[in-house]
């Protein structure tokens, strides 16, 4: 008999064992220290060039304090300040774009997936503007497509708040985070990691699109962004993905909101990780080249041109900038995030020294206390002394143009051009929802897969657009069928070298997160049509931050070029009760109720089908709508296709709808109405409930609610015709869903108290198949049958 003795403890010394040897196995990329690069390379820049650029960041971190001082003490002056001399460095060396068409496609892109750094993010743009005003450039854009430095003056102002002055100088209202309002911003950021995710799907649209000649993507995050999770995960995707026309440039500052110490450094633990930036980056196969002082023009110059023409591993770059965040602002480290000097203090006054000395000019000393017309006439002349130094300054203005004008000649020289084959996703627009590809109208009492239905939906819709969808799932292809949109166009996962035709992107694993970023960023590319899907249980939840920034996005975009939205589909699979051998974990109610009426209306639009017929009239239906986001709930079981006419059904083409009747009562006696939503309850319903109320004569309306937000967008006396509120006042519900997803259509208290719904007893589900979960609910045919005939009764009490 053997057992555990403290004495073997005492006969084993482990005191000889050392560390094993470790290193990481090979990548395809390389990690590289700019001093490096300069001395092997005997990298030159102009002294005038840097001095033109030091000048610029004078003029750029005066805007950036004032900014700041007006908005009014509001705002992220740290990081703004810390990533600002190598994002001009970007945008007047190393950008290929032409300046007069913020849309065009060719572009190189530079997105602030660290959105709080908008106030840098919008000094840069107006002092470009005012610098190419200065140097005398002939043809501005139109003013909707510039950011002037009057536009800075609506700095987190909204349109409630427009004063005169704005109105007179037609100031733009700048989000405290950046939009797609902006001119050269292509989506919304803001989320820790969002943006990252986003860049990478941009990436990958300009990557198909474009090929080898795409347009770079350049993104500038902070070390605080990569923390979070998803971000993570993006780094994995787009290195496995060889999307090396993306390019992160990482402001590593070493301050968050709360640490002044987040990575390691000096043999010093982080505050929240273990790694560098370049360590992490360099991990998942990313080019990292290490520019030690991120305030050092010919530093940061010398690595973004060897970014740009010195790598051929087809591998994703990051440029890692070690910087101080606030540099020479007065306030430095974490103190300086979301922080800044107080309002006219001596502190902003100090701040401003260095453009005072540079350019011979006194900024105006601010009133205290003042009123709100005041300070923002105040706020006018501050700016207004930042033009005189720039008319001042033509050396420097006449480097601006010289540098814009050189990136649209090399945006010109690039020869970038769609390949012969491109995908258009317009066709998909275009859908007739009554006429369904015959593949896509299985026969009568046929076992079919709704999954499988959307993904062959899909599929037809790809081979019509030449490839539009590209689907990302979180290991979940087989599973949920997705697999079969990219049928005919290559298996397995896309790859920019070795696999560019296939349209399923491997978005980093089970990464909901970061594939609902990727995709929707891809569809903001306006070529594609973004596809994720997972459990609806994870993928409602953990992309809803993803979908929203993407609506605002879509938004704001509109608003720019009065274009409709481009479409991101997130397949909520899996969905519901009817998953039950999963358990309550997965067989989730509530995801439903996490998108449906969360959103603007027609930004979301939700579908929830009870039968195969109707996935291709809801889905062409939305696609034709133009939302920023299509949601498809689709369960996991096998679904018996029912015989629609033998029924008494209306055919499958009336739900979109999005609200229609599969059984009218007739006059007379009073009427009631049951309202149903959800495969599994619907079902039920279908097969058990429906031929006792016929046999019965109870004389009840029966509705399906196939998409509330295709519902919504019918004429307002369509709506009412259809579904008029008094019967909402009378009505019961039967849904696979939460309660809250039944009370606009069940209006009264009695109403719902009658509704069965998955939580009616106070609990989730346990595990078991799908017919015996929707009897644990109360939702199964003798359960349904019982609950209206006692409301009918009901009803009939009350003549």
């Not at 037609?170 to 990252?196: E, I, M, Q, W």
């Not at 992107?505 to 970061?514: H, K, M, N, R, V």
């Not at 594609?528 to 993928?539: D, K, P």
């Not at 809250?740 to 109403?751: F, K, L, P």
Request: proline fraction near 6%; charged fraction near 20%; glycine fraction near 10%.
């Amino acid at each position: 008999m053997t057992g555990y003795s403290p004495k073997m403890e005492e006969i084993i010394d482990f005191n000889a064992v050392k560390p094993s040897r470790f290193a990481l196995g090979p990548r395809r990329a390389g990690y590289y220290d700019v001093t490096d690069i300069i001395m092997a390379s005997q990298f030159k820049a102009e002294g005038d060039d840097i001095q033109a650029l030091e000048d610029i960041d004078v003029l750029y971190r005066a805007l950036v304090s004032v900014l700041y001082n007006f908005a009014p003490v509001s705002g992220h002056p740290g990081g703004s300040i810390s990533s600002g001399r190598f994002a001009q460095a970007l945008l007047f060396s190393s950008l290929d774009y032409d300046f007069f068409d913020p849309l065009k496609k060719e572009n190189d892109i530079l997105l602030y997936a660290a959105g709080h750094k908008a106030l840098g993010l919008y000094a840069l743009w107006a002092l470009r503007d005012e610098l190419l005003r200065a140097a005398g450039s002939a043809d501005l854009p139109r003013e909707e497509r510039r950011l002037r430095l009057e536009d800075l003056l609506g700095f987190r102002r909204g349109p409630a708040a427009a004063s005169a002055l704005l109105k007179r100088l037609n100031s733009k209202n700048l989000d405290g985070h950046p939009t797609p309002l902006t001119p050269f911003v292509p989506v919304a950021t803001g989320a820790s990691g969002a943006g990252a995710g986003a860049a990478a799907g941009l990436a990958l649209a300009a990557m198909d699109l474009y090929g080898t000649k795409a347009p770079r993507v350049n993104f500038i995050e902070g070390e605080g962004g990569l923390t979070a999770g998803r971000a993570a995960e993006v780094l994995a995707s787009a290195a496995t993905a060889q999307l090396s026309n993306l390019v992160m440039h990482l402001d590593w500052n070493q301050s968050s909101i709360d640490s002044d110490n987040v990575c390691p450094e000096n043999l010093k633990p982080g505050d929240y990780v273990q790694w560098t930036p370049g360590e992490l980056a360099y991990l998942n196969d990313w080019n990292v080249v290490y520019v030690p002082n991120g305030h050092d023009f010919f530093q940061i110059l010398a690595a973004q041109s060897f970014i740009r023409s010195a790598l051929d591993n087809r591998q994703p770059a990051a440029i890692v900038y070690r910087t101080v965040k606030g540099w020479r602002y007065g306030m430095e480290g974490r103190a300086s995030h979301g922080a800044g000097h107080a309002f006219g203090s001596d502190g902003y006054h100090a701040s401003l020294a260095e453009f005072e000395a540079r350019f011979g000019l006194k900024m105006p000393r601010c009133p205290a206390p003042a009123g709100a017309a005041q300070t923002e006439e105040h706020f006018y002349k501050t700016l207004l002394t930042v033009r005189m130094a720039v008319d001042n300054s033509p050396a420097v203005s006449s480097f601006a143009l010289k540098k814009t004008d050189e990136a649209g000649a090399r945006l010109a020289a690039a020869g970038r051009k769609r390949r012969a084959d491109a995908p258009d996703p317009q066709k998909a627009y275009t859908l007739d929802p009554a006429a369904p590809p015959a593949a896509l109208k299985p026969a009568a009492g046929r076992d079919v897969f709704m999954r499988e239905t959307l993904a062959g939906a899909l599929n037809h819709i790809n081979r019509l657009t030449g490839g539009a969808v590209m689907v990302s799932a979180a290991d979940l292809c087989s599973s949920t069928g997705v697999t079969a949109i990219s049928k005919g166009f290559g298996d397995r996962f896309y790859n920019s070298v070795s696999n560019p035709g296939s349209r399923i992107y491997a978005g980093g694993g089970i990464c909901e997160d970061a594939m609902g970023s990727i995709m929707s960023g891809l569809s903001a590319f306006g070529s594609h049509i973004g596809v994720t899907c997972s459990y609806a249980a994870f993928l409602a939840p953990l992309e809803h931050i993803p979908a929203r920034l993407h609506a605002i996005g879509q938004q704001a975009r509109r608003a720019l070029d009065q274009k409709p939205s481009d479409p991101f589909i997130m397949i909520n699979a899996h969905a519901g009760i009817m998953t039950g051998e999963d358990g309550p974990t997965h067989a989730d109610p509530q995801a439903l109720q996490l998108l449906e009426g969360n959103f603007p209306g027609g930004a979301m639009i939700t579908l929830t089908p009870w039968e195969p017929g109707e996935i291709w009239p809801l889905l062409a239906a939305a696609l034709a709508k133009r939302p920023a986001v299509i949601a498809p709930f689709v369960p996991r079981p096998g679904q018996k296709v029912p015989d629609r006419a033998a029924l008494g059904l209306p055919p499958a083409r009336a739900a979109a709808k999005g609200l229609y009747p599969l059984l009218k009562a007739g006059r007379g006696r009073a009427r009631g109405a049951i309202v149903l939503q959800g495969s599994g309850a619907a079902g039920e319903f279908v097969r058990e409930v429906l031929p006792r109320i016929k046999e019965a004569g109870l004389n009840l309306d029966v509705f399906y609610i196939a998409s509330s937000g295709l519902f919504d967008l019918l004429g307002e006396e369509e709506r009412r015709r259809i579904y008029p509120e008094s019967l909402a006042l009378k009505a019961m519900g039967i849904t696979d869903f939460t309660p809250a997803t039944m009370d606009r259509w069940v209006r009264s208290d009695e109403g719902r108290a009658r509704t069965l719904h998955p939580f009616r007893n106070g609990r989730y589900l346990c595990s078991g198949r799908a017919g015996d979960v929707l009897k644990e609910a109360g939702l199964d045919g003798a359960a349904q049958w019982k609950a209206v005939s006692e409301y009918a009764k009901a009803l009939e009490a009350k003549k």
